[in-house]
Structures are given as C-alpha cells and as structure tokens.
C-alpha cells in the first residue's frame, strides 16, 4: 500500500512537470479500484492539458531547453524581437472579437431592458452577435495552428511549414481575407517566425559543440 501511494505521488509529481496536471488514473494506482470520482478528476485533467498544451506550453518548453542545454544564449543572437507576435493584427484580434461577442449576448439576456425598446432591434442584435460567436469560433477552431504557442526558442519546422500553410488557408476567408495581407507577405511572417528562432537555436547548438 505504502509503494503504490509513493508511486502515485511520484507520477503526480513527474506528470506536473511535462503537462502542467497530475497523472492519469492514480485512484486505480492508490487504491486498485477505478472510481467515478478518478474518472471526473481524469476527464478534468485531460481539458486541461489540451489548452496548456496548446496556448501555454511555449515557455515552458523554452525553459526546459535553456535547463537542459539545448538551447545557450548568446549575447549576440539574442534579441528582444524574437519573443513578439508577428501574426497579422487581425489574426490577434479573433480571439478577443470572440470573447466580447460573448459578452454582449450575455449582456442583451441579462441586463434590464428600457420598456420603449423594440423587440426587432434587440433580435437583430443578438443574432448578428451570435453569428458573430459561431464564425470566431469557426475560424479559430479551422486554424488552429495560428493559435498554437510554440516555443519561440527552437521552434519545430514542421511547425512553421503548418503556420504558412495556415496563414495563406486564412487568407481566402470571405471576411477578413483581403486584410490579412497577401500571400507573399504571409509566408514571409511566417519564415521570418521560423528563421529568426531557428538561427538562435543554431547558434546555442554551435556553442554546445
């Protein structure tokens, strides 16, 4: 009884480390039963994991790399650029346009109503909300990988092939495509993305050697 508690505790700690969450099923591990509590806390885990995972492991992954070595600074090739955004602003502002749509179709169900408001005015406007929500959330979830927080240190190449591709596939939506710039200025964000991490990340590997 005594190791599998040790055991559990460790995969809590080791799993905490690589994915932000504790371990998977250690209600099986700590008591031999699978329980429907285990199952909650392991459905819990795994939601929470997929959005760390996708929107928040960049720095950690580039923590491990300078811990581990992979990665040296050098007081030459590092530069102060390397960690901003260069998506397209209208790339950014999906996200937010998302949140504030769902805030005001919060805001016409829960805030009083003036008594000489048109009922057809308020329908126009949270449909038009609404459709607003579900094409933000269309977008994102059909370029997901423009959302992806890669590490900016050594920045995989699959990586930024996924991000030209993505980027010139945003490009032809019907309503923000013409602002989104032309395809050429997309594959040249998203190499200078991946060139920029990728000569730091070759200069640290130089240094190792």
């Not at 923590?63 to 530069?79: E, K, R």
């Not at 579900?134 to 590490?151: R, S």
């Amino acid at each position: 009884m005594l190791l599998s508690l040790a055991w559990a505790d460790n995969a809590d700690v080791v799993s905490r480390a690589y994915s932000g969450t504790g371990a998977l099923k250690t209600d099986f591990t700590r008591t031999g039963v699978r329980t429907k509590a285990g199952a909650i806390a392991d459905l819990s885990n795994s939601i929470t994991r997929y959005f760390r995972n996708n929107f928040s492991d960049g720095p950690r992954q580039d923590a491990y790399d300078l811990f581990l070595g992979v990665y040296l600074p050098s007081a030459t090739a590092m530069s102060s650029l390397l960690f901003i955004d260069r998506r397209p602003i209208m790339i950014q502002s999906i996200p937010y346009v998302l949140c504030g749509a769902i805030l005001l179709e919060l805001a016409a169900f829960v805030l009083p109503r003036t008594t000489d408001g048109s009922l057809l005015s308020m329908r126009i406007f949270v449909l038009f909300w609404l459709f607003v929500a579900f094409w933000a959330t269309n977008f994102i979830m059909k370029h997901g990988k423009l959302y992806v927080n890669w590490p900016r240190l050594g920045i995989p190449s699959f990586a930024v092939q996924g991000y030209n591709e993505e980027l010139s596939s945003a490009r032809k939506d019907l309503i923000i495509g013409k602002w989104i710039g032309s395809s050429d200025n997309a594959r040249e964000r998203g190499s200078s993305i991946g060139s920029s991490r990728l000569i730091h990340l070759e200069e640290g590997k130089k240094r190792i050697e």
